[in-house]
């Protein structure tokens, strides 16, 4: 029995940090680029000083269109690179099984929130059904990521062509890129916030964060929190 | 008070000549097709014996409203009012031309430039301001039925003209009531050719959604918050790891 398992390649580690830097960078630059009273996330004040950072709105889109674009090339690499390994990845957080996955997630949340005893005083159990590569939290961001990171990369690449490539019989389709570009990163990020409080924050997952550097975690941590994964790997092997 | 620059328009001096067109096209050298100004005709020209009216004409381009719904309906600030010279400035660095403030101006002054592909319309020619010349339209017109300057200024003559006739101007009626900064003296022509401002159903969409997905983000910042105190105040529930606090009789992860 090894001491750890091998869980993610080095294309694998690469590609969520370099993704993590590029939600980043374009989060601080795009909402900087949102400057309409009835829209604007933080209110008044951030888009004037981030435009003034960089010496004006112009600079900001243009700053905030190359990111965009860097963003989009690094995912055609490791595609590339790891077409594998991202076809793995896709198949793992789009396979749920519903009745498994659903009572975890539920539990979760109540467990997390509330604590045990708010499930066992509705009657529920507070054991958690095991879970397979990826638990059902993960793979609900998962699939937003996904699917929200296709809308964005898209929409954007729209806006990026507007006033390069398209003409004016487009403008119906750039205005609906604008509004989905700006939906779809409002709920990634929502998301985003529960990820980083997971991985990061909660100790409970710290085994899980050190293997998004090092690519192996403990046994015992497999076992534990992706138990179908564990008899898996245990006994056909990695 | 703060400047306004404005046009004070006698459209009575106006004949149709359409100098002012011409000026502002080879002035802003706007794509074929397109202009930033124009001269509105009476749909009923007078007819000899028939009434005693006069040709009326009236020259017009962006209005630089005081409510510009073509500022509502930019999602970036692309195109906003100045508040130094109450100008409707549209930065062409920023903007991406979605054409979104097109529908938004009543008076489709807007359009989308063919060759920049982005928001244009009149910006009372900043290059020749800054050399110490009037608008293109205004130093060409041969009747000089077009004045322009800061009507909140009484020595400049567009201020002289709006003080000396406050009561008697007119401004084109829209739907959309904008408060335009285009003035008539006396009779200003014909008077139901502006429309409504419609802001775009995407633009409308946005600005509906954008508390929707405030309120999300504010659930799971908040729900982040839940779990962190209940970190703090519980325990993580991490009994496996031995890193819980070993008073936790709750633990049941693992």
């Known amino acids: 029995m090894p001491r750890v398992h091998k869980r993610h390649d080095r294309s694998d580690i690469f590609i969520h940090w370099f993704n993590a830097a590029c939600w980043l960078l374009l989060l601080l630059t795009g909402v900087g680029l949102i400057q309409n009273p009835a829209i604007d996330p933080f209110g008044s004040g951030y888009p004037e000083a ?65 604590g045990p005893r708010a499930l066992k005083a509705v009657g529920m ?77 909660s100790p409970e997952e710290r ?20 138990r179908l994964w564990w008899n898996k790997i245990t006994t056909d092997g990695e | 008070m703060a400047r306004q620059l404005a046009m004070v328009i006698d459209s009575a001096k106006c004949m149709d000549c359409k100098a002012c067109v011409a000026a502002c ?23 000899p014996g028939a009434s005693n009216r006069k040709a009326r004409f009236q020259p017009g381009a962006c209005m630089h409203c005081d409510n510009p719904t073509c500022v509502a309906a930019c999602p970036t600030g692309a195109t906003y009012k100045d ?13 991406i031309g979605c054409g979104n403030c097109l529908p938004a101006c009543p008076y489709h002054a807007r359009f989308r430039n063919a060759e920049k592909r982005k928001a244009d319309k009149c910006n009372y020619c900043p290059e020749r301001r800054s050399a110490g010349l009037d608008p293109a339209c205004v130093d060409t017109c041969p009747t000089k039925a077009r004045v322009f300057g800061d009507i909140n200024d009484p020595q400049s003559e567009a201020g002289r003209l709006y003080l000396a006739n406050k009561e008697r101007l007119a401004r084109v009626v829209a739907a959309t009531d904008t408060k335009p900064n285009m003035f008539y003296l006396g009779d200003p022509g014909p008077e139901h050719w502006a429309g409504e401002a419609v802001i775009p159903a995407s633009m409308v969409a946005l600005k509906q959604s954008a508390p929707l997905i405030k309120g999300i983000v504010a659930l799971s910042g908040l729900g982040v918050l839940v779990m962190l105190g209940r970190q703090l105040l519980a325990g993580s529930g991490d009994s496996h790891s031995g890193s819980g606090p070993s008073g936790d009789k709750e633990n049941t992860d693992a």
């Open chain 2, 25 to 47: 096209k080879v002035a802003n050298h706007t794509p074929e097709g397109q202009w930033r100004n124009w001269i509105k005709l009476d749909d009923s020209p007078p007819r």
């Open chain 1, 125 to 201: 159990d507070p054991e958690l059904p095991d879970q397979g590569y990826y638990n059902m939290g993960q793979k609900a961001f998962a699939q937003a990521s996904v699917v929200g990171g296709v809308v964005i990369a898209v929409t954007g690449l729209i806006m990026l062509l507007s006033d390069r490539a398209l003409g004016s019989g487009a403008s119906g389709l750039v205005g609906w890129s604008v509004t989905l570009h700006f939906i779809a990163v409002g709920l990634v990020f929502a998301g985003l916030l529960v990820h980083i409080y997971m991985a990061a924050i």
């Open chain 2, 83 to 95: 508040a130094e010279t109450g100008e409707v400035v549209i930065d062409e660095g920023l903007c």
């Open chain 1, 50 to 114: 981030m435009r003034a950072l960089v010496g004006g709105g112009a600079n900001l889109l243009i700053i905030h269109e190359v990111i965009g674009v860097v963003w989009i090339l690094g995912f055609v690499l490791y595609l590339i690179v790891n077409f594998k390994g991202a076809r793995f990845f896709l198949g793992e957080v789009f396979s749920v099984s519903p009745a498994r996955d659903m009572a975890w997630l539920v539990r979760k949340m109540v467990l997390m929130t509330l």
């Open chain 1, 207 to 226: 085994p899980g964060f050190k293997s998004m550097f090092t690519g192996v975690v403990p046994d015992g941590y497999a076992r534990h929190h992706h």
